[in-house]
Nanobody
């Protein structure tokens, strides 16, 4: 069982930055692949970024096209955290952001692959 808690959301002007953090409970955090998703009212939850274990003492980072080059995912297994640094924010980045964990590999962009979810943290980008 893994419990996830996000923080760091808030209100920011377009062009600004925010750093979201997700802390996980449990002693097996390093064995989970982690992802960030976001959701706006009336829309499906969409993939934002993921850190997948490469099998060679490293994680690969994956991003949706809409955030590539602006967002960066990082994880610290010693602290059980996964962060999402968001730069050059746009009004269309406004959403509830969710942290998620999965024990499987691959299909990092599919929300159905994730076993555990946080409660979300809101991000509002004003124009």
């Amino acid at each position: 069982q893994v419990q996830l808690l996000e923080s760091g959301g808030g209100l920011v002007q377009a062009g600004g930055s925010l750093r979201l953090s997700c802390v996980a409970s449990g002693r097996t955090f390093s064995s989970y692949n982690m992802g960030w998703f976001r959701q706006t009212p009336g829309k499906e939850r969409e993939f934002v970024a993921a850190a997948e274990w490469s099998g060679q003492s490293a994680y690969y980072a994956y991003y949706s096209d809409s955030v590539k080059g602006r967002f960066a995912i990082s994880r610290d297994n010693a602290k059980n955290t996964v962060d999402l640094q968001m730069n050059s924010l746009k009004p269309e980045d406004t959403a509830i952001y969710y942290c998620a964990a999965k024990g499987s590999h691959g299909y990092y962009y599919q929300r159905s692959q994730y076993d555990y979810w946080g409660q979300g943290t809101p991000v509002t980008v004003s124009s």
